[in-house]
């Protein structure tokens, strides 16, 4: 007789970590893995005398689920999840719901919610955030797909989720097909913004202040207390004091060239389809581009000048630019995160509920922050809220901590020492905040060399114009259009 709630295909530490999270919550658990000895591993070892089934087969694992079944792939996202999806189907009835918990791009979810509906199943991709720890202790889920699958895993999701300080769930559905993937991309492009800004500070204090470890992990534990309380200011904080067994600070030994899995790049591709400006988790995603080309680097240095770093100034008072800076910076990166998620929504006809979404990304996630809440309350109070600058709270925010912002980007550049993110955020906010940017210049050229039209500020939007600037043009036009 069948008698496991759900049932997890992939035994690696994500999908061990969200068996046993499951199980901890109450519901039986079957899984499956494709080396079937990690089964048996697992069975005797992590998950022994638990309410966990350990399964051989995808046909034992399907046998063993009650109705409607709940397949849960936790496996490398990309062509291993559509092979699953074909192994899996043939067990599986009408109403039977397949979940995919990986890293999936959303272009695929939509491609495959759409395979699994035609063999009347249902599917949910699931962005699930918070590493290791989260998914064993809760993390933030961001579930997308077909509807009518959401009632049949609710209680599942939002028991095993983390919670915030008042008990919500950071676990609700997002949307229809690949919404879910694509919230879950653009948390992660958040995420890159937020590490890149942290880097940078902790560059400008290292390289321009002088500072030792010990000193920045003071400033960040003070931070922490603060506006800037976060996962990342907190393991920011804990790496700067860590020591290993022979006294030496970890931070120090570590080769400063970052890796990526993609997430970040995706973020950058999906901004430059749908036309909007994500400046600063394109410059996160590049500065870790530039990181590995450390050999380049080194050779670069010893041929490229620049000046040495020397501050001149009260330092304590400059700490505090620092902080202010790091933290007008991030609201641009969630201004253009929301940004993004609107011009998706509009595009793939999704009705994304972006209060909703804060409220997944205040726990369990590696973004998670005190500083979502105040985008909730924004999007509690304006539904249809344009850009998160525009709100009082975060106008007044980065008011406030303008002037520290230009003085540390100024201080930066004077010093040589590159603050790409933290830059490019007030380049967009001074962008954003102008009436008048230098396009109309811009389209002039594109006339005058490719005769591809403009409007002029004297005519209705919608008109164009074309000008024979050099005499021997004529009077042919391209045709306009948008990319």
């Given at each position: 007789?069948?008698?496991?709630?759900?049932?997890?295909?992939?035994?690696?530490?994500?999908?061990?970590?969200?068996?046993?999270?499951?199980?901890?919550?109450?519901?039986?658990?079957?899984?499956?893995?494709?080396?079937?000895?990690?089964?048996?591993?697992?069975?005797?070892?992590?998950?022994?005398?638990?309410?966990?089934?350990?399964?051989?087969?995808?046909?034992?694992?399907?046998?063993?689920?009650?109705?409607?079944?709940?397949?849960?792939?936790?496996?490398?996202?990309?062509?291993?999840?559509?092979?699953?999806?074909?192994?899996?189907?043939?067990?599986?009835?009408?109403?039977?719901?397949?979940?995919?918990?990986?890293?999936?791009?959303?272009?695929?979810?939509?491609?495959?919610?759409?395979?699994?509906?035609?063999?009347?199943?249902?599917?949910?991709?699931?962005?699930?955030?918070?590493?290791?720890?989260?998914?064993?202790?809760?993390?933030?889920?961001?579930?997308?797909?077909?509807?009518?699958?959401?009632?049949?895993?609710?209680?599942?999701?939002?028991?095993?989720?983390?919670?915030?300080?008042?008990?919500?769930?950071?676990?609700?559905?997002v949307g229809e097909n690949g919404a879910g993937h694509f919230v879950k991309m653009v948390h992660?492009?958040?995420?890159?913004?937020?590490?890149?800004?942290?880097?940078?500070?902790?560059?400008?204090?290292?390289?321009?202040?002088?500072?030792?470890?010990?000193?920045?992990?003071?400033?960040?534990?003070?931070?922490?207390?603060?506006?800037?309380?976060?996962?990342?200011?907190?393991?920011?904080?804990?790496?700067?004091?860590?020591?290993?067994?022979?006294?030496?600070?970890?931070?120090?030994?570590?080769?400063?060239?970052?890796?990526?899995?993609?997430?970040?790049?995706?973020?950058?591709?999906?901004?430059?389809?749908?036309?909007?400006?994500?400046?600063?988790?394109?410059?996160?995603?590049?500065?870790?581009?530039?990181?590995?080309?450390?050999?380049?680097?080194?050779?670069?240095?010893?041929?490229?000048?620049?000046?040495?770093?020397?501050?001149?100034?009260?330092?304590?008072?400059?700490?505090?630019?620092?902080?202010?800076?790091?933290?007008?910076?991030?609201?641009?990166?969630?201004?253009?995160?929301?940004?993004?998620?609107?011009?998706?929504?509009?595009?793939?006809?999704?009705?994304?509920?972006?209060?909703?979404?804060?409220?997944?990304?205040?726990?369990?996630?590696?973004?998670?922050?005190?500083?979502?809440?105040?985008?909730?309350?924004?999007?509690?109070?304006?539904?249809?809220?344009?850009?998160?600058?525009?709100?009082?709270?975060?106008?007044?925010?980065?008011?406030?901590?303008?002037?520290?912002?230009?003085?540390?980007?100024?201080?930066?550049?004077?010093?040589?020492?590159?603050?790409?993110?933290?830059?490019?955020?007030?380049?967009?906010?001074?962008?954003?905040?102008?009436?008048?940017?230098?396009?109309?210049?811009?389209?002039?050229?594109?006339?005058?060399?490719?005769?591809?039209?403009?409007?002029?500020?004297?005519?209705?939007?919608?008109?164009?114009?074309?000008?024979?600037?050099?005499?021997?043009?004529?009077?042919?036009?391209a045709s306009t259009y948008v990319v």
């Amino acid at each position: 007789m069948a008698q496991a709630d759900i049932g997890v295909v992939g035994l690696a530490v994500m999908g061990e970590n969200l068996i046993l999270n499951m199980e901890s919550k109450g519901f039986t658990v079957a899984c499956f893995n494709r080396t079937v000895s990690k089964v048996d591993n697992f069975i005797n070892g992590r998950a022994q005398g638990k309410n966990i089934i350990g399964c051989h087969s995808i046909e034992e694992l399907a046998a063993n689920l009650k109705a409607p079944r709940k397949v849960m792939l936790m496996v490398k996202a990309g062509q291993a999840v559509d092979a699953f999806i074909d192994q899996v189907l043939p067990h599986l009835e009408d109403g039977d719901i397949i979940i995919d918990g990986g890293n999936s791009h959303f272009p695929d979810t939509v491609r495959r919610t759409e395979y699994v509906e035609s063999k009347g199943k249902l599917y949910i991709g699931t962005g699930v955030s918070g590493g290791e720890e989260g998914a064993l202790l809760g993390p933030s889920m961001m579930p997308g797909g077909s509807p009518k699958a959401w009632p049949a895993v609710k209680d599942i999701f939002q028991s095993i989720c983390a919670k915030t300080d008042s008990g919500e769930p950071c676990c609700d559905w997002v949307g229809e097909n690949g919404a879910g993937h694509f919230v879950k991309m653009v948390h992660n492009g958040i995420e890159y913004g937020d590490m890149q800004m942290i880097c940078e500070t902790y560059q400008m204090m290292k390289e321009g202040l002088g500072m030792t470890n010990q000193e920045m992990h003071a400033a960040f534990a003070e931070w922490y207390e603060g506006e800037l309380n976060s996962y990342l200011i907190e393991i920011t904080r804990d790496i700067l004091d860590y020591q290993d067994e022979d006294g030496n600070e970890v931070i120090d030994l570590i080769l400063d060239t970052a890796g990526q899995k993609g997430t970040g790049k995706w973020t950058g591709i999906e901004a430059l389809n749908l036309g909007q400006p994500l400046t600063l988790i394109g410059e996160a995603v590049f500065a870790r581009c530039l990181s590995a080309l450390k050999e380049e680097r080194v050779t670069a240095s010893k041929i490229l000048s620049g000046p040495k770093p020397q501050f001149q100034g009260d330092k304590q008072a400059f700490i505090n630019d620092l902080r202010h800076a790091l933290y007008a910076a991030k609201i641009v990166s969630y201004a253009q995160g929301y940004q993004l998620m609107r011009a998706a929504a509009a595009e793939y006809n999704w009705n994304l509920n972006y209060g909703g979404i804060a409220l997944m990304w205040r726990g369990g996630c590696i973004i998670r922050s005190v500083f979502l809440g105040k985008i909730k309350e924004a999007f509690d109070q304006e539904p249809d809220l344009t850009n998160l600058l525009l709100t009082p709270f975060f106008k007044e925010a980065v008011e406030k901590a303008q002037d520290s912002w230009r003085r540390v980007v100024t201080a930066a550049v004077e010093m040589g020492i590159p603050v790409p993110a933290i830059s490019t955020a007030l380049a967009y906010y001074d962008g954003y905040r102008n009436a008048r940017l230098p396009a109309n210049l811009l389209q002039a050229q594109r006339d005058y060399f490719g005769a591809h039209t403009y409007e002029r500020v004297d005519k209705p939007r919608g008109e164009f114009f074309h000008t024979n600037w050099t005499g021997r043009g004529g009077e042919t036009a391209a045709s306009t259009y948008v990319v």
